[in-house]
């Protein structure tokens, strides 16, 4: 199969002039244009195709498209164990918000000990969207069943100056607030995270449907 044949056939230049405003530090003409649900079909018929092994080993991608493809074709993996290695590989060629944050392996749910592991490590990296990806694997396998209090340490422990990572520790204390309340409060309480962390935390949970009024109003007291 040649897989960028089959992505430009599936071109919206539309939706490409779209994509391009949401993805600023991405330039114009690596943006094919594809939507993510033809995408996610075009991934199924890939996984399936011989052309996948070649596909993955060809980093870096010229064409936004097919890292958003690549993502989500390691999400299609099975295998634990070949799918961690996929992410590892990835991982360092991922330069926007929007890759990292469709890229969600299904197999992980299943692995939750050793993903852990992974996270532990993804969380610390200098690299923007690699302790973005671990944080946003953190907030999407931790903060239900699985929550263990010690887990906030991960994020809260984090350092950046980069805006996405600091988004998204907010999004997580944000999302650990509406799940996992008694635990997430503290962190605000005590002011451990940084003030622009700390008050787009605030600002996302206040825009909840899950967070209540009163805690809508005691939130807003802690803005700093």
Same mark, same amino acid.
Not at 8 to 22: C, H, P, S, T
Not at 47 to 68: I, N, T
Not at 198 to 204: C, S, V
């Given at each position: 199969?040649?897989?960028?044949?089959?992505?430009?056939?599936?071109?919206?230049?539309?939706?490409?002039?779209?994509?391009?405003?949401?993805?600023?530090?991405?330039?114009?003409?690596?943006?094919?244009?594809?939507?993510?649900?033809?995408?996610?079909?075009?991934?199924?018929?890939?996984?399936?195709?011989?052309?996948?092994?070649?596909?993955?080993?060809?980093?870096?991608?010229?064409?936004?498209?097919? $890292?958003?493809?690549?993502?989500?074709? &390691?999400?299609?993996? @099975?295998? %634990? /164990?070949?799918?961690? *290695? =996929?992410?590892?590989?990835?991982?360092?060629?991922? $330069?926007?918000?929007?890759?990292?944050? &469709?890229?969600?392996? @299904?197999? %992980? /749910?299943?692995?939750? *000990? =050793?993903?852990?592991?992974?996270?532990?490590?993804?969380?610390?990296?200098?690299?923007?969207?690699?302790?973005?990806?671990?944080?946003?694997?953190?907030?999407?396998?931790?903060?239900?069943?699985?929550?263990?209090?010690?887990?906030?340490?991960?994020?809260?422990?984090?350092?950046?100056?980069?805006?996405?990572?600091?988004?998204?520790?907010?999004?997580?204390?944000?999302?650990?607030?509406?799940?996992?309340?008694?635990?997430?409060?503290?962190?605000?309480?005590?002011?451990?995270?940084?003030?622009?962390?700390?008050?787009?935390?605030?600002?996302?949970?206040?825009?909840?449907?899950?967070?209540?009024?009163?805690?809508?109003?005691?939130?807003?007291?802690?803005?700093?």
């Amino acid at each position: 199969m040649n897989i960028r044949a089959e992505l430009f056939a599936l071109r919206d230049e539309g939706y490409a002039e779209f994509q391009q405003k949401l993805i600023p530090g991405v330039p114009a003409e690596r943006v094919i244009g594809v939507r993510v649900p033809e995408l996610r079909k075009l991934a199924k018929q890939v996984s399936k195709d011989p052309s996948r092994a070649a596909f993955l080993e060809d980093l870096p991608h010229a064409y936004y498209d097919e $890292d958003l493809l690549h993502a989500l074709l &390691i999400a299609e993996e @099975k295998d %634990f /164990a070949r799918c961690l *290695e =996929e992410t590892e590989a990835f991982l360092p060629f991922i $330069d926007n918000w929007a890759v990292c944050d &469709i890229f969600s392996p @299904k197999v %992980f /749910a299943k692995h939750k *000990e =050793e993903l852990l592991q992974h996270i532990r490590i993804w969380a610390k990296s200098e690299k923007t969207y690699t302790c973005r990806f671990g944080i946003g694997m953190l907030m999407q396998h931790f903060l239900d069943a699985d929550f263990d209090v010690a887990y906030l340490e991960i994020p809260a422990t984090v350092q950046s100056e980069e805006y996405y990572v600091n988004m998204m520790l907010a999004w997580f204390f944000a999302t650990a607030l509406t799940k996992q309340w008694e635990a997430a409060i503290p962190y605000l309480e005590a002011g451990r995270l940084p003030r622009w962390t700390h008050n787009k935390t605030i600002q996302k949970a206040r825009e909840s449907y899950r967070i209540t009024a009163e805690q809508k109003n005691y939130l807003k007291s802690l803005k700093r």
